[in-house]
């Protein structure tokens, strides 16, 4: 739905029909397709990793649809089952891109977000097997008809509770009652460089109202979302004079709101948001809560082991909102948000110091451990966290190339070693990186199940990882996007 998944930027894909440790112990997972669409790359920004919809009716009958946000400004929707473009369009305001920088590259540089949901999308009760065998069809013996029909259970009697409800009549919704079966609109929305938030038909593209101003143009914007009919972006550089912090949009009354900082934010997807509704945000050695909308500080830690390096990520542990965090000396820090003034869990040092993370991944296995995946200058490191205050390494990765926020799908945590040579300027950086290489890892192990080989061309900068359907997206500079998956019967 948008950058790290969920609002609370966790990088998890809870369920998969296809995706297991299981079915990534065997043959079968690959390049499904590639594509290049249309695009200008400003200094290392390309296209960005894609928001998707896995089972979208339109005009045009079922599709699966995923929609990339452009750096000249331009949003791309493609049909995932036949990577064929459905619809594009452009934001960009003729003649006014300006040259850019490294660190201020202009353009579109947030990732395009659909509306998503504060709550933490629902824990799995179990290990989901994945499909490892062919379909299979409904067919019985000759004269008995389907199995299914066979296999008809006997109607049990009804409860006595339930015939009394039965008699007395069937209930009548209450107005307010929102029907999940009514039609709606649904909308991709998408942050071009002068600074407006455009929200646009998920089915054709079609903008009905012109985008609306949020920030002061050439900011450089990270981690676009939109939750509860608000908008949030976090900016970073001081580029074009905007201030560091973190913006929010009313899409109703249009009013903006900010939080500013002299720091610089941290990660690269942006603000985290918990159920209730706080913002956090990480800005030099401090990560910060917020009231939602207002954006009216509420409290913060501060760091005593370095500046922030990654965009913090939320979770819950033990009925509790946790927070969790890299900084530069190479540490990971776990703060408890009901008692932002001590560090609730801290790592030992396991990355280089300085390295910019850009994100944490945090997910739950089905016995109830919760893992925290982070990466260093060259792996990944899957941590336990206990009771306590205990964080432990469970494993480490191979050797990675500035590798970028793994995603877990399932129980397989997938690495991406980006090849990116992390250099000054851009001749030197395109000259000196090497082709990227997306892992598929047992994540309670750290095991390597699966490689993608020499499948990617180019190294990876702001394509950065998306997944959902049964498919890991991956795009790479030189504009190739890569879908891998299970080939699909159709």
């Known amino acids: 739905m948008t950058s790290g998944f969920d609002a609370q930027r966790s990088f998890w894909v809870r369920n998969d029909g296809k995706i297991s440790t299981q079915s990534m112990s065997k043959p079968g997972f690959e390049l499904v397709w590639k594509v290049k669409p249309t695009n200008t790359a ?43 473009i459905e619809w594009a369009n452009s934001h960009g305001t003729p003649g006014a891109a300006k040259p850019g920088t490294l660190a201020c590259p202009g353009g579109l540089t947030s990732s395009v977000t659909r509306p998503t949901g504060l709550g933490y999308p629902p824990v799995p009760t179990g290990s989901s097997p994945g499909r490892g065998t062919p379909a299979k069809g409904g067919v019985g013996e000759p004269y008995e008809g389907a199995v299914t029909l066979k296999q008809t259970p006997t109607p049990r009697p009804v409860p006595p509770q339930q015939a009394a409800r039965r008699a007395a009549g069937p209930v009548k919704p209450t107005p307010d009652a929102p029907n999940p079966f009514s039609a709606r609109v649904q909308w991709v929305n998408s942050l071009s460089g002068d600074g407006k938030l455009h929200s646009v038909y998920l ?79 990480a800005a030099g050695n401090e990560l910060a809560a917020l009231e939602s909308k207002t954006l009216a500080a509420k409290g913060s830690f501060k ?139 047992d994540g309670a192990t750290g095991k390597e199940l699966w490689n993608s080989g020499k499948t990617i061309t180019s190294f990876v900068h702001s394509g950065g990882l998306s997944a959902g359907g049964s498919r890991v997206y991956v795009g790479a500079y030189d504009g190739n996007q890569y879908a891998f998956s299970f080939p699909i019967e159709h």
């Not at 920004?45 to 990339?68: E, K, M």
């Not at 997938?414 to 000196?432: C, N, P, Q, Y």
């Open 203 to 281: 089915g054709n593209g079609e903008e009905p109202v012109p985008g609306v101003s949020f920030l002061p143009a050439g900011a450089n914007s990270q981690g676009l979302v939109v939750v509860d009919r608000h908008a949030y972006v976090s900016t970073s550089n001081s580029c074009s004079g905007v201030a560091n912090g973190v913006w929010a949009l009313g899409l109703d009354t249009k009013i903006v709101s900010k939080w500013t900082t002299s720091a610089n934010v941290a990660g690269t997807v942006g603000p985290a948001i918990a159920p209730d509704g706080t913002v956090y945000v």
């Open 42 to 84: 400003r200094q290392l920004n390309t296209l960005t990793p894609p928001v998707l919809v896995d089972f979208f009716i339109g005009h045009r009958g079922f599709r699966a649809l995923g929609f990339f946000g452009g750096s000249n400004d331009s949003v791309v929707a493609y049909d995932l089952d036949l990577a064929r």
């Open 303 to 441: 760091s005593t082991v370095g500046e922030f390096t990654s965009s913090p990520v939320v979770f819950d542990f033990k009925g509790k909102d946790m927070a969790a965090a890299t900084s530069a000396q190479g540490h990971l820090q776990v703060v408890d948000t009901t008692n932002l003034s001590a560090v609730y869990a801290q790592s030992a040092v396991f990355s280089a110091p300085g390295y910019q993370a850009g994100g944490v991944a945090s997910w739950q296995d089905p016995a109830g451990n919760r893992w925290l995946l982070a990466p260093s200058d060259k792996n990944i490191s899957a941590f336990k966290l206990g009771d306590g205050g205990k964080l432990e390494v469970a494993w480490t990765s191979r050797e990675l190339v500035s590798p970028l926020a793994p995603l877990v799908i399932n129980g397989v945590v997938f690495a991406l070693s980006s090849g990116e040579f992390r250099g000054k300027d851009l001749k030197t950086i395109v000259a000196k990186s090497v082709p990227a290489v997306l892992y598929a890892l």
